[in-house]
Nanobody, 127 residues
Framework: VQLQASGGGLVQTGGSLRISCAATGFTLDNYDIGWFRQAPGKEREGVSSISSSDGSTYYAESVKGRFTISRDNAKNSVYLQMSSLKPEDTAVYYC?????????????????????WGQGTLVTVSS
């Protein structure tokens, strides 16, 4: 059972980047999935989530309007499209999966809601 994140890298301020996360050993269909990030010296924060029950999406205020989460159940993957990137978006981004199976969490779930965590992918936004 594994979540493998990829697609991180170095991008200039104002640029765009899409990071991906593929699940192996289990299917994402029935799970709520999302992204967390942790910047150097800062606490981990929830960035975005997507519900398995109705596809509702939620975003942190800091990324609302700039980031878009999506899932592709056929590819057993989740994506985070990031645009208008800022230096403060620099962080290691982690994909997560948990909950679901007929339940619904309204808003961004806390970290302990999720059962599975990927290894993280580093996104660096240069000023």
């Amino acid at each position: 059972v594994q979540l493998q994140a990829s697609g991180g890298g170095l991008v200039q301020t104002g640029g765009s980047l899409r990071i991906s996360c593929a699940a192996t050993g289990f299917t994402l269909d029935n799970y709520d999935i999302g992204w967390f990030r942790q910047a150097p010296g800062k606490e981990r924060e929830g960035v975005s989530s997507i519900s398995s029950s109705d596809g509702s999406t939620y975003y942190a205020e800091s990324v609302k309007g700039r980031f878009t989460i999506s899932r592709d159940n056929a590819k057993n993957s989740v994506y985070l499209q990031m645009s208008s990137l800022k230096p403060e978006d620099t962080a290691v981004y982690y994909c997560v999966a948990g909950g679901g199976f007929g339940t619904k969490w309204y808003g961004l779930p806390p970290a302990d809601y999720y059962d599975y965590w990927g290894q993280g992918t580093l996104v660096t936004v240069s000023s």
